[in-house]
């Protein structure tokens, strides 16, 4: 396994989508096959897992509290197609979770597959 020098940088791009003005437009980066898993947990044992295609990100993106919330990255790498992504989710400038991110984009240059995790329980400092 060989990694490149590049830090992940459709999904560094895709966060920074996430937290502008129009984070629909996330939309546009995705395959026809796009399916997706995110894990968004809150702490005390409670989750919410978005899985699916389109509709649910679609979904996931209704729910967001749209201003509050930025996603900062702590490290990323790039191997092949795939792209890996550690973060911190901060309210109004105040961490409040961890997250990882893993993305594999396909040959167009879309994002075919994306697993995230979150939790509010651990930090990377």
């Known amino acids: 396994m060989t990694e490149s020098s590049t830090a992940a940088p459709f ?3 895709w966060f920074k989508i996430l937290d502008g003005d129009e984070p629909s437009r996330i939309l546009d980066l995705i395959s026809e096959d796009f399916s997706l898993s995110i894990l968004f947990s809150t702490g005390d044992g409670d989750a919410t897992d978005f899985a699916g295609g389109r509709a649910a990100l679609v979904g996931y993106l209704e729910q967001r509290e749209r201003g509050t919330r930025t996603h900062h990255r702590l ?16 309210r109004e400038g105040v961490p409040e979770a961890s997250f ?3 993305g594999r984009v396909n040959g167009e240059g879309r994002l075919k597959r994306l697993l995230i995790g979150r939790s509010s329980e651990i930090r990377f400092d």
């Open 75 to 90: 490290s990323a790498t790039t191997i092949g197609r795939d792209e890996l992504f550690l973060g911190e989710v901060r």
């Open 11 to 13: 999904l560094t791009e």
């Open 100 to 102: 990882v991110a893993a």
